[in-house]
């Protein structure tokens, strides 16, 4: 999907009264999720145990 197609998509499902605030949230939403995806299909992606064992070792034992 082009990025012109993602943004009528997005305008097409909100409500005609939305704000220009909430379209730009929303297509920031949209952007960070495309963004997440890539990193998970490259490969740039870190497991759930090692993020909870590096938040751990910084809150629980301070910063170093």
Same mark, same amino acid.
């Given at each position: 999907? %082009?990025? !012109?197609? %993602?943004?009528? %998509?997005?305008?097409?499902?909100?409500?005609?009264?939305?704000?220009?605030?909430?379209?730009?949230?929303?297509?920031?939403?949209?952007?960070?999720?495309? +963004?997440?995806?890539?990193?998970?299909?490259?490969? +740039? %992606?870190?497991?759930?145990?090692?993020?909870?064992?590096?938040? +751990? +070792? !910084?809150?629980?034992?301070?910063? !170093?």
């Amino acid at each position: 999907m %082009t990025a !012109k197609e %993602t943004v009528q %998509t997005l305008l097409d499902q909100l409500p005609d009264n939305c704000s220009l605030d909430e379209v730009q949230y929303h297509l920031y939403v949209v952007q960070a999720i495309q +963004r997440g995806q890539a990193d998970s299909d490259a490969g +740039r %992606t870190i497991s759930h145990e090692q993020v909870d064992s590096e938040l +751990r +070792r !910084k809150w629980l034992l301070g910063a !170093k």
